[in-house]
């Protein structure tokens, strides 16, 4: 579940970095996932990479059933702000 935390988080901020908002601008993040308890046990892990950007945002962990493509584990939203 990190590598796929790790991934979530380098895909948002490929996409946050050309609109000039870093990590560290993001405000809110709400977590979906297949594994509740799985993401639980990598939530330190998660921390640590906030920390490290220098952020510390409101942030939900939603347990779902799936996701459209069942490969999927993690999916994140984010609000960035400047």
């Given at each position: ?42 939530a330190a ?15 939900a962990l ?21």
């Amino acid at each position: 579940m990190a590598a796929r935390i790790t991934g979530a988080l380098d895909s948002l901020e490929t996409m946050l970095d050309p609109a000039g908002f870093p990590l560290r601008g993001v405000i809110r993040l709400n977590w979906y996932t297949t594994d509740v308890d799985i993401f639980r046990q990598s939530a330190a892990f998660l921390l640590a990479c906030l920390a490290k950007a220098g952020r510390r945002a409101a942030t939900a962990l939603l347990g779902v059933a799936r996701f459209a493509y069942p490969e999927l584990l993690v999916e994140v939203e984010a609000t960035a702000a400047a």
